[in-house]
């Protein structure tokens, strides 16, 4: 078995309220934080002792997405606003209220953007030669809480609040399969492992569960994972193992290849988060550090590296 160690380099602080969204940024040492006072801020591990305030608006940050090969910074937030802003020149481009209740995820699947929200709606957005919406699809009559993309199999894989995972054809959006019941009551988070043949899930039901991707996605493992919902799942760049987050305020490390539990990361042993983790970020640095953001408004940067 991999063994690890911890160790927490940084606490970052100056949000006012709970952290729900992590993005990338202009460098590999740059990283972006939403938090529910609508500030987005801007942070260098580099310079960790305090965050500039790049973009506000009104409500809280659910989710953000910095499109690098358009320099535009993409934002939802709980009244289902959608906003664009150029950040070279901190203007607002377009705000469109898209999914009232809520904008709880941005996925940039070139040349393409895709918003879901508390509607049940999926939106399709073009970027270039000017922003709008493309298409929208009803999918759910409850909320959508997070899209990924599988690129090799063209299909994108979409989480709900009514226990499902539906996986949509990229081209024209029509359904291809539909996990049923993957979680109870709902499926918070998903992530798709390096080699493309195992799509995680995490939910209310604080299950990590593993779906093996042949021909169709099939149920191979169920992990009871956490003591409460997980949140957010994030793959290590290298892809040996990966984070899940969760509302029981810990973090936990697996490895990717045999989904065992390799550390645990809590406030008892690790001086980690107060209250729920809700989102995680690897950084693409050297080595890659992991930050996670909490409803305790701090965010943390931690060294997981390898024991030899």
């Not at 202009?26 to 972006?32: A, D, I, K, R, V």
């Not at 209220?97 to 939106?123: E, M, R, W």
């Not at 970027?127 to 899209?147: G, M, Y």
């Not at 957010?232 to 990966?242: K, L």
Request: hydrophobic share 40%.
């Amino acid at each position: 078995m991999t063994k690890l160690s911890i160790q927490k380099l940084h606490q970052l602080t100056g949000h006012k309220a709970s952290i729900f969204a992590l993005s990338s940024y202009t460098q590999e040492s740059l990283f972006l934080s939403g938090g529910g006072e609508g500030w987005v801020a801007c942070w260098d591990i580099h310079h960790p002792e305090r965050g500039d305030l790049l973009a506000k608006v009104e409500g809280n940050i659910f989710a953000l997405n910095y499109l690098e090969a358009h320099q535009l910074l993409v934002i939802g937030n709980m009244y289902g606003h959608v906003f664009w802003i150029d950040i070279n020149t901190q203007t607002t481009l377009k705000n469109v209220i898209t999914h009232p209740k809520g904008v709880f995820d941005i996925l940039y699947q070139a040349p393409f953007v895709y918003t879901i929200g508390a509607n049940g709606n999926l939106s399709k957005w073009q970027v270039q030669p000017n922003i709008q919406i493309l298409e929208t699809l009803d999918l759910s009559n409850q909320n959508l809480r997070a899209i990924i993309a599988h690129p090799q199999r063209k299909e994108l894989i979409i989480a709900a609040s009514d226990g499902n995972i539906y996986i949509l054809d990229e081209e024209d959006l029509t359904l291809k399969q539909q996990l049923t019941d993957a979680h109870l009551p709902s499926v918070f988070t998903l992530a798709l492992s390096a080699n493309g043949r195992y799509l995680l899930s995490g939910g209310r039901d604080a299950q990590l569960k593993v779906w093996s991707i042949q021909e169709t996605y099939q149920l191979y493992k169920s992990i009871p994972a956490h003591l409460s919902t997980i949140n957010h799942i994030a793959f290590h760049p290298q892809g040996s193992y990966f984070a899940t987050a969760s509302r029981d305020k810990s973090i936990k490390i697996w490895d990717s290849t045999n989904f065992e539990l390799l550390k645990v990361i809590n406030f008892e042993k690790y001086l980690g988060h107060l209250r729920s983790v809700n989102k995680l970020y690897w950084l693409p640095t050297i080595p890659p550090y992991l930050v996670s953001a909490s409803d305790d408004r701090s965010l943390v940067v931690w060294k997981i590296s390898e024991i030899i």
